[in-house]
């Protein structure tokens, strides 16, 4: 049928593209600006969060936004205790919210904003820790606006992997340093 070697068909497919410069700088131009679109409704956000943030540093005030922000806002508190925080894309966190860096060890958040932490979270997330193999030092911290429950602190302790508990009275606390 056809009778073209694979470099000739290479060398009329990149004179088509040639011809054709200006829909590549148009696909270019599209996808640029798309990116910066992107980037710039991040800013924003992160921006008016923690313009919220500094007015509402109070439980109370954490309990009234959505999960998303209240792990923004968990993000912002450990930015002040010195971490590098990075709040995780939501559709494939694994259990994890927030991810920390500091003095060369990770830290892995898990945010929770309800009022009674279930043991069953505290399991999913000890296994999200798990199969993070964390190193000396490096730990996992569930962070809740509510309370744990005894069942939830029996859990953490036999976790595998070392994790902290922060119910919303604690972590109050933290936001005031």
Request: include cysteine.
């Given at each position: 049928m056809f009778n073209i070697s694979f470099l000739e068909f290479i060398k009329s497919f990149w004179q088509i593209m040639k011809s054709l410069w200006y829909v590549?700088?148009?696909?270019v131009v599209i996808i640029g600006i798309k990116v910066f679109f992107r980037w710039l409704e991040k800013w924003l956000d992160n921006r008016r969060i923690k313009k919220w943030f500094e007015k509402h540093k109070k439980l109370e005030d954490w309990k009234t936004i959505s999960g998303r922000?209240?792990?923004?806002?968990?993000a912002i508190i450990y930015r002040n205790l010195g971490?590098?925080?990075?709040?995780t894309d939501k559709r494939g966190d694994r259990e994890i919210d927030i991810k920390g860096f500091k003095d060369g060890k990770r830290i892995f958040?898990?945010?929770k904003n309800m009022e009674k932490v279930k043991p069953h979270d505290i399991r999913a997330f000890s296994d999200a820790l798990r199969k993070l193999n964390l190193k000396e030092g490096e730990m996992g911290i569930f962070v809740t606006t509510g309370e744990f429950t005894k069942e939830c602190e029996r859990e953490a302790k036999e976790a595998s992997a070392k994790m902290k508990l922060i119910n919303g009275i604690e972590l109050e606390k933290l936001a005031q340093r």
């Open positions: 590549w700088i148009i696909v922000e209240f792990s923004k806002v968990t971490y590098k925080t990075k709040v958040i898990q945010c």
